[in-house]
């Protein structure tokens, strides 16, 4: 692996750098766009988004002309770096509720078939990336608080017409048969959600993408969109359509600049714990877990049985995208204290790794597809976190559209036919970055209250205050 193509040398130092790519071998990186040339379709953005609507676009029509350009190597992004959960939901998805208050049947069944009909695609094209389905448990594992968040969460989804099938409420004593928690208060279950191991689902499909004739660039950075055309560092790329797949690294030049906002997060990884120390921490059927803290944490087993802890929620300075995998120790031991308050049993368990990255927020807080039949433009993001599986369904959904294929995931109620400029804009910094930090200091000034209080005045205060910081 050449220097230029190891998703690992931005490790700042003293810090450990992505487990994901730890032993990973890199497909030999393409070259850059060196020249000026032509496509049907064209794809700024080699994450999970572009990606899966070059395969797709190969599905439904094989001949199409399809170029695919990265500004870095092809999962230099969230793609390569995530919590690896696929789930079969989106953040939001109370946004697209009708009248009655439900989310659609149909839209319904297009998120609870999302998991085994990735499964069945990464099974048939061979793309061996630790996917595990599993179901994912999320506990009131930590203070009592939390059992009314989980309680409320489960009547939301019931609320949107989701089944028992589909969400369920564990007790304490059967979320304990599960996950051994600190302080088990019962939790949401749903099947509807993986494992995978990031970087080889984002590497795995880049080759098959490629084997089907994608033309694809790296190191290609599309520094000004525009209808017809993408003009890159080095040469131009005029195409019928253009599809804007860049998420939290949409920078100036970009139609989605300041449209998307870059949030931070992190994750650590423990050494591979032994067979005991798995009978003591549960995790027998490889479910992924969250608790119901307010900076949303995501944990999982991995295939060579780490315990791996991510959480949300830092901003830089200027809203600009987090590119170097490192992160500080310092944020790496927030994490470490997540994954102890939780498992107090790793107490002694050495950490390996710590980095980070950043996500795509958008200010409406719900994803989108968007095609703008009149300019050639089309978009799909605003994941804010949860993007490995939606990309999946919405790279289809686009790839439809893009063909001009009328399906039931075109009729979706989170795609819409308007200008991507329509998409509101986030308020000018430092703005942003203010609100994020008040938002994260309350939500830390609630835990550190619980943990020495428990619940009290002070802690009821400090909760009514984050429920009118949250953006939900």
């Known amino acids: 692996m050449t220097e230029a193509a190891n998703p690992r040398r931005d490790a700042?130092?003293?810090?450990?750098?992505?487990?994901?790519?730890?032993?990973?071998?890199?497909?030999?990186?393409?070259p850059p766009l060196e020249t000026d040339t032509t496509a049907d379709i064209a794809i700024v953005g080699g994450g999970y988004t572009g990606l899966w609507t070059a395969y797709f676009l190969k599905q439904i029509q094989p001949n199409v002309d399809v170029v695919l350009v990265e500004a870095k190597q092809i999962g230099h992004g969230a793609s390569g770096r995530n919590g690896g959960w696929l789930m079969g939901t989106l953040e939001g998805c109370d946004a697209f509720a009708d009248d009655s208050g439900e989310l659609p049947l149909t839209a319904r069944q297009q998120l609870t078939q999302l998991v085994s009909r990735a499964g069945e695609i990464l099974a048939k094209e061979s793309i061996d990336c630790d996917f595990h389905h599993g179901g994912c448990i999320m506990a009131a594992a930590r203070h009592s608080v939390q059992i009314a968040r989980a309680q409320s969460m489960l009547a939301s989804f019931h609320g949107l017409g989701f089944g028992e099938d589909d969400y369920h409420w564990l007790t304490p004593t059967e979320l304990s048969d599960r996950i051994q928690v600190a302080n088990p208060g019962g939790a949401v279950f749903t099947p509807h959600v993986a494992r995978i191991q990031p970087a080889k689902l984002v590497t795995g499909l880049a080759s098959v993408v490629k084997s089907l004739g994608v033309r694809v660039f790296e190191h290609t950075r599309a520094h000004d969109i525009h209808s017809g055309v993408i003009h890159c560092d080095r040469g131009s790329i005029q195409a019928r359509q253009i599809v804007v797949a860049t998420e939290g690294y949409s920078e100036v030049g970009n139609p989605l600049y300041r449209r998307l906002i870059p949030v931070q997060t992190g994750m650590v990884a423990t050494e591979p714990l032994s067979d005991a120390q798995?009978?003591?921490?549960?995790?027998?059927?490889?479910?992924t877990f969250a608790d119901y803290t307010r900076a949303a944490t995501y944990l999982q087993r991995t295939a060579d049985n780490r315990l791996v802890i991510g959480a949300r929620g830092q901003y830089q300075p200027g809203g600009l995208p987090q590119h170097g995998l490192g992160d500080t120790p310092a944020t790496g031991q927030q994490r470490e204290r997540i994954a102890l308050s939780l498992f107090p049993q790793l107490a002694g368990v050495h950490f390996t790794h710590n980095w980070g990255g950043s996500v795509g927020v958008p200010r409406s807080w719900h994803p989108h597809v968007i095609h703008d039949a009149f300019s050639g433009i089309a978009t799909a993001g605003g994941y804010l976190g949860e993007g490995v599986g939606a990309s999946f369904l919405f790279g289809q959904t686009l790839a439809e559209l893009l063909i001009g294929e009328d399906t039931e995931r075109t009729r979706m109620p989170w795609v819409t036919r308007r200008s991507i400029e329509e998409l509101k804009r986030w308020e000018p910094e430092p703005f942003p970055r203010l609100g994020l930090k008040a938002t994260m200091m309350a939500f830390g000034a609630e835990e550190w209250l619980l943990e020495r209080y428990g619940e009290s005045i002070p802690v009821r205060a400090i909760g009514w205050l984050c429920d009118q910081l949250s953006p939900h």
């Open 12 to 30: 700042q130092p003293g810090t450990s750098s992505a487990l994901w790519w730890d032993g990973l071998e890199h497909d030999t990186i393409e």
């Open 278 to 287: 798995w009978a003591g921490l549960g995790f027998a059927n490889k479910e």
